[in-house]
């Protein structure tokens, strides 16, 4: 929210008295004197209005978990444990995953209570390649690299997938690179060569990459440089 709206939602303030706050400078966001009105409050900011602390702002939370197999991308399931299930850290649920994983997919997932960094990971605009080790139960053949890279129309979506890199490491065996998270988008590209997908492991969202000491099940906090990178 702009800062001078969340200053005159307070009863303390009105509109005239906020501008003046702000034309003072006696605003400050996270310890910076604001004097802009569009300026962005989060409920992480710390909100101070001449020395007094009108908002603590509450602490963010950034995990990296390194996803099992046989666990559901949900925060609740009546039937499958979650992986909100692995992440043993007071008021879970405030958490959500930024992009969910298939459940028998493995690998990298991260997961958040900060709404706007998981959508700068996840929106198709920001064009982050989202990695994948894949294993199939036919071989693949030369046709695929090119045809994924030309984008493969889902007739569901109506829309044709942004370009994807294929390197093909055996007969059966690949890493494929997608900027886009669709519905089984992995499985479905393969598919459309007849071809199932029995292994499929993400390797990295971006800048960052499952951390190999982290066995499946195990988790770890992202450090500030990590987090830095979305
Ligand atoms: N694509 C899929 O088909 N499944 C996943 O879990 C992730 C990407």
């Known amino acids: 929210m702009r800062v001078d709206r969340f200053l005159s939602n307070l009863p303390r303030f009105n509109r005239k008295q906020v501008r003046l706050l702000l034309v003072e400078k006696r605003v400050r966001i996270d310890g910076k004197i604001v004097s802009d009105p569009h300026a962005e409050v989060l409920e992480f900011s710390r909100v101070e209005v001449a020395e007094e602390v009108l908002q603590v702002g509450k602490p963010a939370r950034y995990f990296m978990l390194h996803k099992p197999p046989g666990c559901v991308s949900a925060t609740r399931d009546p039937e499958h444990p979650t992986v909100l299930d692995l992440i043993h850290e007071p008021n879970r649920d405030d958490l959500h995953i930024a992009g969910r994983l298939d459940f028998n ?39 695929y ?86």
């Open 105 to 143: 997919t493995t690998g990298l997932m991260l997961i958040t209570n900060d709404g706007q960094w998981s959508r700068r990971l996840t929106q198709p605009q920001t064009k982050l390649p989202k990695v994948y080790y894949v294993e199939t139960e036919q071989e693949i053949g030369p046709q």
């Open 145 to 230: 690299a090119l045809k994924f890279a030309e984008g493969l129309y889902f007739a569901f979506e109506d829309l044709t997938t942004q370009p994807a890199e294929l390197i093909v490491l055996g007969p059966k065996a690949a890493r494929l690179s997608i900027v886009e998270g669709r519905y089984h988008q992995v499985k479905r590209m393969f598919g459309h060569f007849d071809n199932k997908v029995l292994r499929l492991h993400r390797e990295s969202m971006g800048p960052l990459v499952l951390d190999n000491a982290l066995k499946p099940g195990e988790y770890r906090a992202l450090r500030t440089e990590e987090i830095h990178l979305i």
